[in-house]
């Protein structure tokens, strides 16, 4: 299994907001029932302020394209995606192997 993690470093005062667009975009990509992906949301409660995290898991590496096919496909969820990259200072993705 592949757990892919996508941390967001958002604007100072903006968490709330990213938090509500998240959510809407995972209930974007949910509306697919060829996806199967599960998807967790986080916050933080200590270290770096206004931190989002998102992880989605896969079953092996032959699911990252597919899962990015989603977000490519679902025109919702780029729409959310937009209005997302607006709050955000910055963000990276790492790739865990359980």
């Known amino acids: ?16 907001e990213g938090i509500a667009l998240w ?12 996806f199967s992906s599960k998807v967790r949301l986080l916050t933080n409660l200590t270290g770096s302020s206004y931190t989002l995290v998102m992880e989605l898991d ?3 590496f032959n699911k990252l ?11 919702g969820a780029k729409e959310l995606y937009q209005q997302f990259i607006q709050l955000c200072d910055s963000a990276d993705q790492q790739l865990y192997k359980i």
Do not use: C, H, S, T
Not at 1 to 8: Q, T
Not at 27 to 34: A, F, P, S, V
């Open 23 to 34: 959510k809407q975009m995972i209930d974007e990509l949910k509306k697919n029932e060829r």
């Open 1 to 16: 299994m592949i757990v892919e993690r996508n941390k967001f470093r958002l604007r100072f005062g903006k968490a709330k």
């Open 65 to 75: 394209n597919p899962a990015y096919y989603f977000w490519k496909i679902n025109r």
């Open 58 to 60: 896969l079953k092996g």
